[in-house]
């Protein structure tokens, strides 16, 4: 099973949160809403959308950075007061950011007070958050490539390998078949069909590993059999669903075949320096150099400068600029003790501030309002949640029963891999961003891995495979919590 990594124990040093840091952050929320309510009453939506329209040419550089901060003091404590109350109902608090990013967006109080999200949240300031949610993207993906199991991939054998594979090809699979139908609705303009039954097919077989971490964890699954094979089967799918979404990246950034195989190329090219070439001689001089102390600043900013600029790299390539943040954890020694705790470090600070940004501002994009009223939107949202669901549940389900898992096991392992999350989020804001789906396409999906994460605890809980991760039992009462009958021999 996977260590509890730095970030994950600074978070449960955290999380129990005293009375006081609830009270302030509640405070602080309280104070954002209540700015916002009266910066909006006292803008009507006509003025407000009159002060939009002109505020490229008369808001000066100092009115915009005020703008930009209001902004991401009401998106970042919303998102933070939307977190905890998830967290407190025992949902990962990614669900509670982007309910907050609804609150704020159209469909709920851009339809009740337009004036107040005109207000605080201009159209100016639209393109500088998303540059801020890109930073925090190649950040969490750096911190996901540094705490990734680089041996987990060696470990695929039996029933092990036979579950990864299938728990992204079924559904991927199954995917591009679904988008067949829906390509007309959910299409972005002038996408052809390839890329996006591919996106659509990788969208539906993602499972998100870190939200995946924390339910095994807080579930008191992490000592079990089926903990582990979930997380060994979600490491491999979310490797293979990048993988995915670079190729769709590079066709539709490209001119043509001969910019794909290009593009391509240059990617796999990479990777291979990277991984052979830059990572073991980092690894050698961290081990040469061990007795060498650097001071915290200058190893932020050596770190930083590499998630940068492997970012810029990959985006400059063809393929997204999450990429690079990927591979630079990847690459970042364990061995350099000062390097090391960096991960944790952006970690922490990027889950703080940068990503409640980012899932707020996903759900300022989201708007219910078009598809609960156009039937053909439901139908199709209807059909991807459907077929994610039974791709994950039913790809596990039968592949570990052949395997020998009990039935009540097998299923909870696909319940655990329906968890979509954060990764899918990510996935979701790339296709949008190069415009390989729609509008539409985005709201349902993300209601989709909204849907698809909220049910995993609760589902497990009906199948009776929770324990308070507090009350664990030792390791002999595991194996019985673990199939309910025996161990199950992988």
Not at 200 to 209: K, M, P, Q, R
Request: charged letters at 10%; aromatic letters at 4%.
């Amino acid at each position: 099973m996977r260590p509890e990594t730095p970030l994950e124990e600074t978070e449960q040093r955290l999380m129990p949160a005293p009375a006081r840091g609830v009270a302030v952050a509640v405070g602080l929320t309280a104070a954002a809403v209540l700015l916002l309510v009266v910066v909006g009453l006292s803008v009507s939506p006509s003025a407000a959308h009159q002060a939009t329209a002109g505020a490229a040419h008369a808001s000066s550089p100092i009115q915009l950075a005020a703008r930009l901060f209001l902004a991401i003091a009401v998106i970042g404590g919303l998102a933070s007061l939307g977190g905890m109350l998830a967290r407190r109902v025992g949902q990962p608090p990614v669900i509670g950011e982007i309910m907050a990013g609804l609150v704020l967006g159209p469909s709920v109080l851009g339809s009740l007070a337009p004036g107040v999200v005109s207000a605080v949240l201009p159209a100016t300031i639209l393109p500088h958050l998303n540059l801020i949610a890109q930073a925090s993207l190649a950040l969490f993906m750096f911190t996901v490539g540094a705490e990734f199991d680089h041996g987990v991939l060696g470990r695929q054998r039996g029933v092990i390998g036979a579950a990864s594979q299938a728990m992204m090809v079924v559904p991927f699979a199954l995917g591009v078949v679904a988008a067949l139908p829906l390509f007309d609705m959910f299409a972005g303009d002038s996408v052809g069909l390839v890329p996006f039954a591919i996106f659509v097919g990788t969208a539906l077989s993602v499972t998100a590993f870190p939200v995946l971490a924390r339910i095994v964890q807080e579930t008191g699954l992490g000592g079990t059999r089926l903990g582990s094979l979930a997380m060994i089967c979600a490491a491999v799918a979310d490797v293979l669903a990048w993988c995915a979404l670079a190729v769709v990246l590079a066709i539709l950034r490209a001119e043509g075949a001969s910019g794909v195989v290009v593009a391509l190329s240059l990617t796999a090219a990479l990777c291979a320096v990277l991984l052979l070439v830059v990572r073991p001689a980092l690894r050698t001089l961290a081990l040469r150099y061990a007795h060498v102390r650097l001071p915290a600043p200058v190893c932020l900013g050596l770190v930083l400068g590499l998630v940068f600029a492997l970012a810029s790299i990959t985006d400059l390539i063809g393929v997204h600029a999450i990429f690079g943040g990927f591979l630079a954890g990847i690459v970042l020694p364990r061995e350099a003790r000062a390097l090391g705790t960096m991960p944790a470090r952006l970690g922490t600070f990027n889950q703080v501030l940068l990503l409640p940004v980012f899932f707020a501002s996903i759900g300022l994009q989201v708007d219910v309002r078009f598809a609960v009223t156009h039937p053909g939107v439901l139908l199709g949202g209807a059909l991807l949640l459907v077929v994610a669901i039974l791709g994950k549940l039913g790809s596990a389900w039968l592949v570990t029963l052949a395997g020998g898992m009990p039935p009540r096991l097998a299923l909870g392992l696909g319940v655990l891999m329906n968890a979509r999350g954060i990764t899918e989020i990510v996935v979701l804001s790339s296709g949008l961003s190069i415009g390989v789906i729609n509008g539409n396409a985005f709201t349902v999906l993300v209601i989709m891995a909204l849907v698809t994460t909220v049910m995993t605890v609760p589902s497990l809980r009906l199948l009776g495979l929770t324990r308070p991760a507090a009350g664990r039992p030792p390791a002999s009462e595991r194996q019985v919590i673990a199939t309910g009958e025996k161990e199950f021999p992988l």
